[in-house]
C-alpha cells in the first residue's frame, strides 16, 4: 500500500438510455443495459485514511451512512484488508434528490479504496465494484459517453471521449429536498407491480442500438428522439406502479413542454429526468443560452446549474 490516503472526485452521471430495475442475479445486477453521459461539475469529494477507528464523516443520513459502511466492509472482507479508515464525503449539489449522487459517491469510494488497496484492478473491473453499491455507479468510475454492458457480472465502459462530441448540460433544479422513495424501493416496487415492466424491458435493446449509433454519428436529433423516449418509457412504470411512484412537479412538466417546443422551433435541445422531479437538459453549445432565456420564464425552478458533459475522475493524495 504506498499511499495512506486519497481524496477522489467522481461525477455524477445521467442516464439517456436508462437503467431501471435489478435482475435477479447477485451482486446488485442491473435489469437492463444503460448508456449515460458525465456532469462536469457535479461531484462527489471523497477523501479515504488509514485510521485506529473507522468513521464516517457527510451529510449521509442514518440510512446512506448505513450503506456506505456495509459496502466498504464487504471491500474490506473481500479483500483482506484489516486496516480501519477514515471516510470524509461531501457533494457540491443537492443529495438524494435525483440528481445521482449514489453514482458520484460509490465510483468515488471505490476509486479511493482501489487506488490504496488495489492499485492493480482494471478501471473495467472497478466499474464492477461500484456496481454493488449503485448501478449507475459503474459508469461513473469513467467521464464522457459511458454504457453499461450486461454480463454474469456486468461492467461499464467507454463509448466515446467528452471531447469528441462536446454538448452542454442545464440541470433545472425544482426539488431541493430529498426525494420521499429512494430509487432502489422504487424500481423494486414498479417491477413488482407495473404493467408495462416486461415492455420496458423487452424494447430497451432496440433503444440502445439507436444511441449508439446516434453518438457514433453525432446525430443531435436521433439522440434527442431516443432519449426523451427512454425517460418517458421508465417514468410510465414509475407512474402506474400501484401505488404510483409519481416523482414530477409542475415545473418538472413545464420544463418539458418548454423543451419540446424549443425544439419544434429549431434549438438544438432535449430533455431527460432520472428518478425525481429534476430536469437535464442536453444543448448544443451554441443554443445553450437561448435556452437558459427560455428557462426564465418557467415558475418553481429553485436554480439552474450549467455544465457540460465531461466527468472523468481526479485522484489526488
Known amino acids: 500500500m504506498p499511499d495512506s490516503s486519497v481524496i477522489v472526485s467522481a461525477a455524477a452521471n445521467i442516464a439517456l438510455i436508462k437503467y431501471w430495475g435489478k435482475s435477479d442475479q447477485p451482486g446488485n445486477q442491473p435489469a437492463t443495459a444503460s448508456l449515460s453521459v458525465g456532469l462536469e461539475d457535479l461531484r462527489t469529494i471523497t477523501r479515504v485514511s488509514v485510521s485506529e477507528t473507522d468513521a464516517i464523516i457527510g451529510e449521509l443520513g442514518e440510512q446512506g451512512r448505513a450503506r456506505l459502511s456495509s459496502f466498504i466492509n464487504r471491500f474490506r472482507e473481500e479483500h483482506d484488508i484489516q486496516q480501519a479508515l477514515n471516510v470524509s464525503t461531501e457533494n457540491n449539489f443537492p443529495t438524494a434528490s435525483g440528481l445521482a449522487s449514489s453514482a458520484s459517491g460509490f465510483a468515488a469510494i471505490t476509486l479511493a479504496l482501489t487506488h490504496l488497496f488495489k492499485p492493480e484492478m482494471t478501471d473495467l473491473e472497478k466499474s464492477q465494484v461500484a456496481r454493488q453499491g449503485s448501478g449507475s455507479a459503474a459508469r461513473s468510475v469513467y467521464g464522457g459517453y459511458v454504457e453499461v454492458v450486461l454480463s454474469d457480472d456486468s461492467y461499464a465502459q467507454p463509448v466515446m471521449p467528452a471531447e469528441d462530441w462536446p454538448l452542454d448540460v ?148
Request: proline share 4%.
Open 170 to 317: 442545464l440541470v433545472a433544479v425544482v426539488q431541493e429536498n430529498s426525494k420521499a422513495m429512494g430509487s432502489s424501493e422504487a424500481m423494486k416496487h414498479t417491477a413488482a407491480t407495473s404493467p408495462v415492466y416486461a415492455d420496458w424491458i423487452d424494447t430497451h435493446k432496440a433503444d440502445m442500438d439507436i444511441a449508439r449509433s446516434a453518438i457514433a454519428e453525432r446525430d443531435f436529433v436521433k439522440l434527442a428522439d431516443i432519449s426523451e423516449h427512454s425517460c418517458l418509457k421508465m417514468h410510465s412504470t414509475m407512474m402506474t406502479s400501484r401505488p404510483p411512484v409519481l416523482y414530477w412537479k409542475p415545473a418538472t412538466v413545464s420544463i418539458i413542454h418548454l423543451a419540446q417546443h424549443l425544439r419544434a422551433a429549431g434549438t438544438q435541445v432535449f430533455f431527460t429526468i432520472d428518478a425525481g422531479a429534476q430536469v437535464k437538459l442536453i444543448c448544443a453549445p451554441e443554443d445553450t443560452q437561448t435556452v437558459v432565456r427560455a428557462l426564465d420564464a418557467v415558475e418553481g425552478i429553485s436554480r439552474l446549474i450549467k455544465t457540460r458533459i465531461g466527468g472523468e475522475p481526479r485522484i489526488s493524495q
